[in-house]
């Protein structure tokens, strides 16, 4: 079935610098992926909806010059947080429509652990 | 707007027994679907049940069963025969048709006792 893969599953990165997270599609095409962010302890928050060739939609207080979204592929998504702070810290997860018409489901990656010192 | 509410920070159950998790949920949508997802302590989202709001019938998926109650906006989850693998973080969610964009609630910690 399905499989939406995340890299890395953990990342550590210096205050100030930028961080690029993949989430790809490994036996599906994925014309739309999505991007949350979970905080310990806390729900999952839809950041933004990413479009394979156009632009990424992102939700309301969503910073879209601080969380990159690129979709250059069909089975190809990826996050960079830029200029990262200690408060980007969280667990961000991607998930894409699954694939064929009578999909009701999105599937999800297993997520990145990014932590800013 | 979508909101999806889950009133018990967490939950505990005997191995064997059965649990009730509660959700509730609002939309303006008139087409849509709602999901349990469990997140076990490997983070992975893993899908429990889903119901597409239009079916009356309530979903089964083997030990798992939903109790629909769409004029209440009311969507529980009963696990029966607990398991110890059953414990995890439990998330209600809801996605207007053809969108799979997910809201979700703030999740219910379900401990299994042995």
């Known amino acids: 079935g399905a499989v939406v893969s995340q890299h890395p599953s953990r990342v550590i990165c210096k205050s100030g610098t930028s961080v690029k997270i993949e989430c790809r599609s490994l036996?599906?095409?994925?014309?739309?992926m999505f991007w949350y962010r979970q905080f310990p302890k806390q729900s999952l928050m839809l950041m933004a909806t990413s479009n394979e060739g156009s632009k990424a939609t992102y939700e309301q207080g969503v910073e879209k010059d601080k969380f990159l979204i690129n979709h250059a592929s069909l089975t190809l998504s990826t996050l960079t947080v830029t200029s990262a702070h200690p408060e980007d810290s969280s667990f961000y997860i991607c998930?894409?429509?699954?694939?064929?018409?009578?999909?009701?489901?999105?599937?999800f990656g297993q997520g990145t652990r990014l932590t800013v010192v | 707007a979508q909101t999806v509410t889950q009133s018990q920070p967490e939950m505990s159950v005997q191995e064997a027994e059965t649990v009730t998790l509660s959700c509730t949920y609002d939309?303006?949508?008139?087409?849509?679907?709602l999901f349990w997802y469990k997140q076990p302590p490997s983070r992975q989202m893993i899908l429990v049940i889903r119901?597409?709001?239009?079916?009356?019938q309530n979903a089964t998926e083997n030990r798992f069963s939903v109790n629909f109650q769409k004029a209440a906006k009311s969507f529980s989850l009963k696990i029966s025969d607990s398991q110890l693998g059953d414990a995890a973080m439990y998330f209600c969610?809801?996605?207007?048709?053809?969108?799979?964009?997910?809201?979700f609630g703030t999740g219910t910690r379900l401990k299994v006792l042995a």
């Open positions: 939309t303006s949508e008139s087409d849509y679907y």
């Open positions: 969610a809801t996605s207007r048709t053809g969108t799979y964009k997910y809201i």
């Open positions: 998930s894409a429509r699954g694939p064929g018409q009578g999909t009701t489901e999105a599937f």
């Open positions: 036996d599906f095409q994925a014309t739309t």
């Open positions: 119901q597409e709001a239009y079916k009356q």
